[in-house]
């Protein structure tokens, strides 16, 4: 074989990793309307305020026959969203694994979450059930869909470009959000203009983002290739799986020690993202305009955010930028807590504070944790990470809620959230990533 030809396969190799990297990055392009538009900014205050036109004179809901303060309905469904995922996650990750057929599930669940996102069109009058239930399903199906998604990075991308890679998809991921809420913007504050009122034009944009997600999901299927490892799984055998994979992760106590730090962080950046336009609205009293220009400065902010912490992990590692990720955390949201009631300006520094350190920290933590999963686990390994991501984080949301429900301040819920990222901190930083690396049974980089 000429050296000619073993340049052209490597250059046709080079390129078809390109290519399938570029496809990964518009599931994060498509998916992360759902994450901005709806679970940041407008699903929460108005699906709040439809629980509040339900609610009796105590200001109470009484889904099953459970009293619920209306305040805290938004933030009991999206817990309870992520303990439906926490079932079904590790079967579809056994089962991809198993199967090596991702992308038959990954469409299935982002377009059964797509569905459910634009059925939210149907939200209106004292509808408050069905917008829970649309809720659960379209969060769970999310998170199930990124176990998938996340899962593809170890095979489109080597070691050495994982960072970057993974940066470029929560960068893609924001410009759509940044996209798309510039267009809500547009729409809500004009909706006069637009001869629609104020709670239309809300249900239009919940269900424009499920639109966005279920188009732009065509782009990854069409370029991400499936990688067959082995038969199908018979029936049950998903929970077999499940329990090989635990008592498997069990013998890599450094990669569980990263997902525990993982955990805590990310619980407290998940409930910041799920609550903050909630707080915004009914703690400091700002308009749903206010909230939509400060979540759009946070996207704009996130793309640069998650590039220039790329960069930075190249240089000082990905564990040492995380840690200090965590640190800006820490003192923003404490910041948070003492922002005056009506002042504008401040949340939006507020939210210039959020959009540097957000994107960057997701970015890294992602492209670590790939590094840290055993060859051929992948699917199963990112479906435990992804009850970190957004399938463990029920606690914050659950923390937010019952500490409103019990002292009616959202500014005692907002700064109870701070604990999740000094612990998050402190487990992180006892972690040898490098030993971690080499114990999964892969290389380590020469910077981490």
Not at 78 to 106: F, H, Y
Not at 420 to 439: C, E, K, T
């Amino acid at each position: 074989m000429g050296t000619g030809t073993v340049r052209a396969r490597t250059d046709d190799g080079i390129a078809e990793r390109r290519r399938e990297q570029r496809g990964w990055y518009f599931y994060d392009w498509a998916c992360s309307v759902y994450s901005t538009s709806v679970l940041t900014v407008f699903l929460g205050p108005y699906l709040t305020s439809v629980a509040r036109s339900a609610a009796d004179s105590g200001g109470f809901v009484h889904p099953l026959g459970i009293p619920v303060r209306a305040g805290s309905f938004f933030a009991y469904c999206v817990s309870l969203s992520v303990i439906v995922a926490i079932v079904v996650m590790p079967l579809a990750g056994a089962a991809a694994d198993r199967t090596g057929r991702k992308k038959p599930l990954l469409a299935t669940a982002a377009y059964v979450g797509a569905a459910a996102t634009t059925a939210l069109f149907l939200l209106d009058g004292h509808r408050y059930l069905l917008g829970g239930f649309l809720l659960i399903v379209a969060n769970a199906s999310v998170a199930v869909s990124m176990v998938l998604y996340n899962s593809y990075l170890p095979q489109i991308a080597r070691a050495e470009e994982r960072d970057a890679v993974s940066s470029r998809g929560w960068a893609f991921g924001y410009a759509a959000g940044s996209l798309v809420l510039v267009a809500n913007l547009v729409l809500f504050t004009a909706h006069d203009s637009f001869g629609v009122s104020e709670a239309m034009a809300v249900r239009i944009c919940l269900a424009s983002a499920g639109l966005w997600w279920g188009v732009f999901t065509l782009v990854p299927l069409k370029r991400l290739r499936d990688r067959r490892t082995g038969a199908a799984a018979p029936p049950g055998h998903g929970w077999r799986q499940l329990a090989a994979t635990v008592r498997d992760m069990r013998g890599k106590p450094l990669t569980l020690a990263f997902l525990l730090a993982y955990l805590v962080y990310n619980d407290g950046i998940q409930t910041v993202i799920s609550q903050a336009s909630v707080y915004g609205s009914e703690e400091l009293g700002l308009s749903q305009s206010t909230l939509i220009t400060a979540v759009l400065m946070v996207q704009v902010l996130a793309v640069a955010g998650a590039l220039g912490m790329g960069r930075l992990a190249r240089t000082y590692g990905a564990k040492r930028t995380i840690l200090a990720s965590l640190v800006a955390w820490t003192l923003t949201l404490g910041a948070g807590y003492f922002l005056p009631a009506g002042a504008p300006v401040w949340f939006f520094v507020l939210a210039a504070g959020i959009g540097l350190v957000l994107g960057g920290s997701q970015a890294l933590s992602r492209s670590l944790f790939s590094q840290l999963v055993p060859p051929g686990k992948e699917a199963e390994y990112f479906s435990a990470y992804e009850m970190s991501d957004r399938g463990m984080s029920w606690l914050g949301p659950l923390l937010f809620g019952i500490t409103y429900q019990l002292t009616g301040s959202y500014r005692d819920a907002i700064v109870s959230l701070v604990a999740f990222f000094v612990i998050g901190f402190a487990l992180l930083a006892r972690v040898p990533v490098a030993q971690a690396i080499r114990a999964a049974g892969n290389p380590a980089p020469d910077r981490i």
